[in-house]
């Protein structure tokens, strides 16, 4: 019998709250959280909207994103019915993806330049020191590995532990994304004209860029021969187009053999996806290449596709997780939400998401996620028996 990688807990923080029941509840209201983008250091911060934590319940400084990848983990060993320091964990693998730790950086610079003459260097713990402390206060006795790939970060962190627990490497995982926010971030994608000051609204014709978000998120993943039901990695599938040195080639032709790719480590056909998760960003390249993309894929009838970046912001490294878990909470919870954000369907692209939420199926689903530098990652999962 085939072995399968069955997702076995999860769990995340959001701009929604604490744990993913209000997450699912702010998707299935419609709903987005976010907030004035002025509590960041930043000149412009009054004219943007940020999906950011709860600042009642997480104070912004050198713990925030131990606090909140913590939380993230509780749930998700709570929904596992599993304890910290379980056995289960001891030989378990720890992936973590995240964009680097620029708002660690930050909040040292800030820290350390205080008062002081002369320059302040940035030299500052590395990405991978969350996973060490990570699995030392979990015990973990597994391989600890770190991505970094941009907005992929999470979703090749997933990619990893499934091609591990394939070739047998693992039994187990734990995969971790996070997301904290940094001055230098927004400065970033806002000296590149990518955010909208009146938020994300994915494939509409009137997009004007990203509204970012942070998030942390947990997924325990776990090698089976059973199927019954809940949610299942499949297969996957990455690829780096070296066209540009920020995105794809906007054709499309990348994108399309990504997916293509993840359907056949899946064993399936383009015709046996229910839904896509789109990469939804906002942006007027990003959203039109994904369309053109996907008819590459599907032909002009494609399936349905939503993107979930309207209720939670671009999470950049933590996406892949986050939206990973919010999609299929959704869909245990019986439906696929709509695409918040979009109103009007752009006549270029011809082709317009989700605008209502509909009754979720069992069968396959694709998520899809593309970061900067043309790094596309394709996973196909499984909701219940099929």
Known sequence: MQKTIKIKGMGAVTSCGTGLPVLIESMRAGQSISRSGASFPVSFGSGIRVNQFDPDRYIRDEALADAVISASIDEALLEAE?????SWL?????????????????????????????????AVRGAGRMATDIANRLGIKGPVLTVTTACTSSANALMLAGEMIRRGEINKALVVGVEVLSAFTLSGFYSLMLLNPDGCRPFDSARRGVQLGEAAAALLLEADFA????????????????????????????????MEDALSSAGITAREIVCVKAHGTGSAD?????????????????????????????????GGAVETAALFKAVAAGFIPATLGFKDMDPALGSAPLTAPIEAEHGHYMANFFGFGGNNTSIVFRHGKV
């Open 82 to 86: 599993l304890k910290r320091g379980s």
């Open 227 to 258: 199927i019954d039901g809940g949610a299942t990695l499949c297969g996957w599938a990455n690829s780096c187009d070296t066209a540009n040195v920020i995105s794809t080639n906007i054709d499309g032709v990348f994108i399309a053999k990504v």
């Open 90 to 122: 001891t030989d378990a693998a720890l992936i973590v993806g995240a964009s680097g730790m620029l708002y660690d950086a930050e909040i040292i610079y800030r820290r350390e330049k205080n008062g002081a003459s002369a320059p302040t260097p940035v």
């Open 286 to 318: 990003n959203d039109a290449t994904e369309v053109r993309a996907m008819r590459l894929l599907f032909g002009n009838d494609p399936p349905p596709y939503t993107g979930l970046k309207g209720y939670i912001g671009h999470t950049l490294g933590a």
